[in-house]
């Protein structure tokens, strides 16, 4: 298994919070990305890093922000947490882009927002 | 905008059947196409990856295929036991945002004793 860890693994939280979702990985890949897992929606990529200090957004970045001062590190923020961002946040990692690689998943972030 | 369907949504089949799950993209834009597998409450599991120049991958059991003109890609599960009851997830690599991955909605299966 690829080395992903994401933190916390749940969070309960009020509106109006700021939220911040660790992942972190020991597999030195270049691209990390965060997805958001929604019924109804499936998974959908809401922000990208190519390399450190090197990010971009995805489809649904609204209300979210990234850093990564580290190779291993991605962060993703919740700059004001609203009750649309209760969902299942997943990290994935891979080692470049078209790479012959498959994305490799963390274990998830459940966050709800009441 | 690239969409990505699977059919059926849900499937329930007695053990030791062979079966089908469909996926279908709309852009046959894609530089790969990956079947996962997602147990509840936990990660994706990468189960197949298809080069967008392959026709199809083998591991095991599982057989999948690609045909990129017609936009449609089928996962081939042999011999099903109930440890494959899960939520099998089709995703496909585009070009753009990072190489991200686009997926449909899964469809969850469950292989009865």
């Known amino acids: 298994d690829a080395g992903i860890t994401q933190s916390p693994r749940h969070k309960v939280t009020e509106t109006g919070t700021p939220v911040t979702l660790r992942c972190h990985q020991t597999?030195?890949?270049?691209?990390m990305y965060w997805y958001r897992q929604d019924p109804g929606h499936g998974l959908r990529l809401i922000h990208y890093?190519?390399?450190?200090?090197?990010?971009d957004k995805g489809e649904v970045s609204d209300g979210y922000s990234v850093s990564r001062s580290k190779t291993e590190d991605f962060l993703l923020t919740l700059e004001s947490a609203t009750s649309s961002q209760t969902s299942v946040y997943f990290c994935?990692?891979?080692?470049?882009?078209?790479?012959?690689?498959?994305?490799?998943f963390g274990p998830g972030t459940r966050l709800t927002v009441l | 905008k690239q969409e990505v369907t699977q059919i059926p949504a849900a499937l329930s089949v007695p053990e030791g059947e062979n079966l089908v799950l469909n996926c279908s993209f709309t852009d046959s834009a894609i530089y790969n196409l990956q079947w996962f597998r997602q147990d509840p409450g936990k990660g994706l599991t990468s189960l197949l990856l298809?080069?967008?120049?392959?026709r199809e991958q083998t591991s095991g059991r599982l057989n999948a295929s690609l045909d990129k003109s017609s936009g449609r890609s089928t996962l081939y599960i042999a011999a099903s036991q109930p440890g494959d009851s899960a939520t099998y997830l089709c995703?496909?690599?585009?070009?753009?945002?990072?190489?991200?991955?686009?997926f449909g909605q899964g469809t969850e299966l469950s292989v009865k004793p």
């Open positions: 890093s190519y390399g450190v200090k090197d990010t």
């Open positions: 994935a990692i891979t080692r470049d882009y078209l790479s012959t690689d498959t994305q490799y």
């Open positions: 995703a496909v690599g585009v070009y753009n945002q990072g190489g991200k991955l686009i």
């Open positions: 298809i080069q967008s120049s392959q």
């Open positions: 597999e030195n890949h270049r691209y």
